[in-house]
């Protein structure tokens, strides 16, 4: 459904992504966050899933800024340590301008653009929401938001934890409800990474739930057919 495509942050930098665009008039635009995975074939159905919703769908490859650019790793425990390697190449401000250039793209077509993220993608998301001009935003299980927590969203703000994700605390949880109290926060039974069926941690009632709350939430601020 979608295509390899090329962008040009304000920097100078040129970075691929992917671009799955629906079959008739975009209700609006969507970035998806990669999670430290690169745009492998996960992300890429998902922006696939979004332009069969409706949606015109960019993910951003976001290592392209790293040693390995057109990155697309799997799920071993050796991907896995390579992906924590590659996102530390680069500034959590590198990355939010890359995203931007998928913004800008989506607004040139006049489309009203979210930005959703899963793990690293997240947090990434949750930075979009409080530092680019989009019209809402969705994290998936963002790992990295405390230090950021103090930052103030500019559009709704969507948010999905699952409670026996060792790697983001309850606690944490908490204090990311508390600091942001018009964000709508859900809680499932479910461990990290429950929306990648992909993974071991998928967890199919969850990530169901998660997209239906998701897709609801795009329709009030993004637009409807």
Known sequence: MGSDIKLSAADGHTLGAYRANPTGMPIGGIVVCQEIFGVNAHIREVCDGFALDGYAAIAPALYDRS??????????????????????????????????????????????????????????????????????????????????????ENCPLLMHFGRRDQGIPLADVHRITTSHADAVVHLYDADHGFNCNYRSSYDKPSATLAYERTLAFFADYLGTP
């Open 67 to 152: 040693s390995r650019k057109a990155c697309q790793l799997g799920y071993t425990k050796a991907d896995i340590e390579l992906g924590r390697k590659l996102r530390e190449e680069f500034s959590w401000d590198d990355t939010v301008q890359d995203v931007k250039t998928a913004v800008d793209a989506l607004k040139i077509d006049g489309l009203n653009v979210g930005a959703i993220g899963y793990c690293w993608g997240g947090t990434i998301s949750y930075l979009a929401a409080t530092r680019l001009p989009i019209e809402a935003a969705v994290v998936y299980y963002g790992g990295q938001i405390i230090p950021y927590v103090e930052e103030r």
